[in-house]
């Protein structure tokens, strides 16, 4: 390896993972710490592991939960490795400043698909491996299956990352098309996101049933017999769980080898012909740009102020993300959510509890989107000063974020509440004692996110100034968001439980009046003098 | 402050999003799990159902199924008490139905909630579940115990009878025989047909329709095959003699119909019948016995077809499901040879299967099929209506729903409240499941208790009660109906036992008590818990029976002492004086002089969801001067009340069979005026107690207290009723000498607040000095025979009490024929007249220059185990409450297996 391809390299680390000094206390102390995390985290994964295998062998189906496994992991890679990839070889900022150096796109292109693979390689081994081990245990596998294992993680490597470049300028092409189609991306988004937690409470659900009953299949034979047809033609995935269990080895790693072949000759063609041209092509295209001629409406200063957050939140893929799309999957994740933790929550406490627990699961989700405010400041990033010299009171311009930050929220909170009236999952005067509660701290907690980001905001100057990082704002809103779910939730099931509804509702009513009270008066103290602070 | 972001670690926020919404449902289910722990952890148990799982995982409701192979040993079933967080989650030993035919055992696999299904007999089997930390919590589950071997072929007519083997079937014209085969699960690919296995009077299809040839003897056979491959036949020996056509319907050839063409070819006797036409196309054949000259008659009915006509061989109207098949064909009409080339097709192919091959068709769900026969170009159409065979059924009430309360019983008022709010002695009864898909024939034990009306269109009846029937009782009974036929060992019954009395009204919610409470006419006969949300307030009173239910008082807002959540006040200046609502409309006027009997029974009441929230929960029950007329109360358990049961001046109460505690002073406070008083008729009251348990209270199970005017006359006149405690009273109420002490204190400030009136703050301090005084007070040496020593501890049994000091207390008037109690002095000085301790001299002091009275150091009285001279006490400190199917048979007189 040259040089200048091994300096590429350590970049690409550094850039990811931040700079590592051996002769630093605070360097080991951080790396220790993350090894912990990363101990934990295997762990987590590997407790998780045996319960989903275990769940499928009480149905006798353990092999096909393998060949799901590695579906899932298959899908998992090549997807994100689409998005990677595109990132890292093509969209990444940095290539605009490597583009001025005395170094070839050919070593930048092995320096960065040389990242992508280890990267790849380490987050693989990561996920599959407890899932592997756990499958040995449970299945009682010889020594054989554990010598096995690199073989299935190598290829579960390197195929999915090279169909990931053989898609990726597809794939870029795709999302050029679409890019400027905002409202069809959120609705893509939503339907994605929706379709992404029914299918995990859905799987979480049977697990949770199996632990707490590990006799039962959690499969209807129905459900057993369409897995096991199904998981017949997911080809080529049940290969990598064919060489594992030693099933059709004469079909499954001609299959795999010829697939590695197919992808690597394919990736090398694409490489060759199409990387340098794509490349020089990207950087040439701002980000987000595209044309759009709009007629210069006049409108009153508070609509125009609405207008353009909609606007900056509806043409980034990333706010819209963060906020509508969010919002949006929200009334029906809180369905999926609360119609399995309402039928759990009734056989463990009874029925008692139905108020504590649909705050909880509401007020939490209500925190996810109310976050989004805790950048509300942040995300003006190179306008910021423009905020402080147009000639709108700046407590006006916070109120208009207020407003639209309300307004999401309101909607989507009564869609939550609607849909768990339609299905019935409790009565008219209780939902909308809930809605009151839930928009009261939903206020609460955008006005504190607010002021949050107002004392101290992140601004990003860098690349398309879009806040892309989680940051400390963030992260404090939705701890505290957390804090008082669990505590409004928590109150209502044992108050529900042991003193009745009635009482509940009011006491937790006065918890959520409290708190809004508080918002307010934090949020209105010392505004201005704050705001104005900024920068100063 | 601002930060810019220059670093580009990748801290993406939506993977941050991502994995906090992945985390959400985990924190909900930590959440509710931690939720459920401290919840039980600061509550008592209080289950409030059984769910049973198959070994499918799939949730049992009332009327499923569980079928079972006789020989399969590792069937199993999960049973669950919920809510889930409690900590008592066993069963007690099952109870089985009487009518079972079947017989199951259940093996409980230790330290689990599962339980392994045991069959032992083939048939269904019933068993009804119950929770061990609440025997009210009741589930019951049926299973079909099924065998690959047939038990039992019957043969049966359309007139519901049975044919046996060893009898000579008469028959008369041609009829449809049916075959009931038990377990139809043991059949074998629908391999069952009939035949004509000796003789040749008579002739018999597939599906058993016998038609008659010739008089004489035949042997028909009806064979069943099962999975065992074995043969199963049932011969019947059928004697046609007594007939005189061949069948009911005869199809001639067009043109040919005539009396000697009938005669000749339908009647069996030729030659010594006649026939003649009596109606469109109806003939009747007459046939006289040459030998006897006896005539006999019968009709036959014609239809004239064409040569090649033909039609389905049988036209069953109603075939059943989990019957055995019945098989199509075709046949020539005029000859019966079966007709080729016909095809079979259903309209709806989900209510049967059909077999092409050996044209067995096998109805599988109930509704109405259309089976179209096609020969060329014709088509034959038949409508046959598929009702179901169940295997079992349940009624909207079940055996699980019969034994309820201490008693285990469950008794019924005359008349219930419809719709309008108007009483009705018509009850809407029927079957759980109302979706009308099997038939069942109704009956009732003793029409003249309770009569029944079908409902048209629906299996559902309405039953009319009798007012004469009280007292008595009645079993309402279905038959599962099958070809008419009552089908053995699946019929359900549930017997309706009636009030003694024809007053009593089925109540099943608080509006229609509040209806009951405002008239006061007709009593309650409780069908369900009641949750009040106020105080059900009555003038003159009404009887209750709770049928083990709960009258739930916890919702009421407000219950101060000497309220109860069910208050009967006679004394109409009672009402302001506690300000309790009055009913809307009602007049209350002064009722003390009113002769009405009131019973409390099977009554379960409480005013507060647990005993710590209990304290100034007012009573369950308080009834305030009924001079006239006598109270009882048996079977009740009043618990989580600040006082369980107060009754105030009244003149004659009983207590029979009574679970008396768990409240924040006493479970039965009584008040009395001084002896002789004009309102009793200047004679003393009574008050009785008979098999009764006292639980643990924070004060005296059941105390007597003096309730008047404050002067001397009145006190020195004494207040104590006749007070009998007969069969047998368990006290549980043991207190250690410090929270006697405590006990006492708070008895006398609560004595003195009913005289007085004094803010919180002075009543804590003289609770205080309260406390401190009488350490001093049961520290003396004289009181030493009211503790019994524990493990170095001393403690005191609390059954009765009388407080003494300024109330002449008079032990004599208590009379106990329990041989293990006793009644005790607790005197206040020692038999020189010396205080026992100089708080009580000081007490002595204060009271006499205050109250201006003459004595002030009455010894209290105290009914308690009897632990003097060595003799140890039946129950000791620390000793369990009997588990609940225990301590019922207890009080019943009962044995334990009964309720086992």
Redesign the interface.
Known sequence: MSNQIGTLLRLEFKNKYGTYNVKNTKSWLKSAMYLVLIAGAITGIYFVAEIFFEMFDRAGMVYEALVILFTAVFIFLTFTGVSSTSKALYFKGDNEILMRFPVKFQDVFVSKTLFLIISQLILTVSILSPFLVAYGRVTEANIGYYWRIPAAIIFSVFIPFLLSNLLAIPGMQFTNRIRNKFALIIVILSIVMIGFFGAYMAVFDKMVTFLKNTEFSVFSPEVVDILKDVCLYLIPTKYFADILVMNNIYLAYPALIGLFGFSLIGTILVIVKLYQKTLLGNIEVEGSAFKKVTKNRERPVYISLIHKEFLEIFRSVNYSFQYFVLASAMPLMVYFCNSITLQLGKNEIGEQITLGITLLVMLIFSTIITSFSATSVSREGNNFYHTKIIPVPVEKQLFVKFSMYFLVSFIANLLCVAVILFTKQMSVSMAFSIFGMVQAIAVAMTLFSMKTDIKRPYFNLSGEGEIVNNNINTSSSIGFGLAVALVEGITGMILGYMVGADLALYVCAGIAAFLFIVAILTYTHKLKKQYNNIGN | ??????????????K??LI???L??????V??????R??SM??PDNP?GI?I?S????VIEKDDVIRVDIKDTSE?I?V?I????TKEDGINEPEKEENNVGDVDLVRQEG???YFVIPKKVGIVKIILSAIANVNVRRAVTFNVTSDSIENLTVYNSYESDLQESENYLVNHSQQLYFDIFPIEALSNNMVTWKVSNGTSVEITPNGYLTIREKGLSVIRVMAKDRNADLITKDIIVDTAAAVVKQKVGYVEEGLASNQYVNENFALDPENSSTTLVGEGVYSVTYVDPLTQEELSDTIRIEEVKEDDWDFSDRPEILYTNNGPHFLKAVNLLTRDPQEDVTFTLDDSSMADYENETGALVPVKAGILNITAKYKNTEKSLKVTIREKVSSFELMLGSEDAKLGIQLTRKWGNYWFDEEGELTNKFNFGLYNKANLFDVVWNSSNPDVISIENVEGTQDVVLTFSEDGAGLSSVISADLIVNNRKVPGLRKSFEFKMMDTPDYVNVYNFEEMKELAFDEIYNACLQSDIMATHVLSMNVGISIFGNGFLFDG??IPSLPLGVGAISIFREAYQWGRYGVQQLEGKTYTDTQSVEKDLTFEELRMSNA??IE?SPNRGSCFTIIAPWKGKIAFKYMQVRNAERGIEVVWAKDVSFEGCILGDNNTYSVFAVYPEFPHGAFGNERAKLAFKNNVIKHSDGPGVAFAYGNSIDAESLAKGFMPDILVDGFLDIYNWHTQESFERMFSKIVVQSLLAYTSATQEAVNIIDKMMVQAFKDYFGSPVLNNIYYWKDNKKYVSVGMMALGAIFRTEAEQIVCNDPRLTVLDVPMEDEKGVPLSSTVNALKTLLKSFMDLDKVTYSSALVCYDFQGGKEPAVKPGDPVPQDYQLYARLTGQSVNLYE
Do not use: C, W
């Not at chain 2, 402050?1 to 939506?14: D, S, Y």
């Not at chain 2, 959400?24 to 289910?29: D, S």
């Not at chain 2, 959440?31 to 459920?36: D, E, F, I, K, S």
């Open positions: 402050m601002i930060v810019i972001h220059t670093e580009n670690r990748r801290k993406e926020m939506k941050f999003l906090v919404i992945i959400i449902p985990i924190i909900v289910t959440a509710l799990n931690a939720t459920g401290l919840i600061i509550t409030t769910e799982r070994s499918l995982n799939q199993f999960m669950d919920l809510p889930l967080m689990t909630n599962k916890s919702q969801v647990s929230e």
